[in-house]
């Protein structure tokens, strides 16, 4: 049995779809279809980027500017999730091996003070990434902002006229 629970946030044209099942069965879940949708949806969390899949509503009259918007909204979120289940991957197969290597036998799990030397072994080991990642997503970022404004502001004037 599925059931349905959507959420409207008060400032935005933004829906959170939140499907629970009480089977265990994948395909009752099914992806929404972009243009029947009234709004863009958000989905549940990514297991291992934590990233939650967005759903960009498609007007029937979409401009070739809209377009170009959605289309690099849903380019850069693929890009972002890659990254963070790259990432995330390769974190918990490192923190894996770490404590297969550090933890002592008979005993379940390391403290915090004893983890925090592997938090920052990786963390260290992966700055040039962050680095790397950060100023890429800033620029797709402010790429993304002047499409944004772009758009609304064709919008802004195309509703204008209509008065």
Sequence with gaps: MLSSRIY??????LLISRNTST?????????PNPTK?????????????????VIYKQPANETDLEKRYRELRMEIQKWNHNFWTQHNSRFFQEREDYLKKNLPEGKQNLTADEMSVFYKAFLDKNWTTHISYNIEWYK???????????????RLF?????N
């Design 8 to 13: 409207r946030h008060k400032s935005c044209h």
């Design 23 to 31: 089977t265990n069965d994948a395909k009752s879940m099914q992806t």
């Design 37 to 53: 949708i009234n709004s863009d949806m958000v989905g549940p969390p990514d297991p291992v980027s934590n990233l939650r899949k």
């Design 140 to 154: 797709k970022n402010f790429t993304l902002l002047g499409l944004a404004i772009q758009v609304k502001l064709k």
């Design 158 to 162: 195309r509703l204008k006229s209509n």
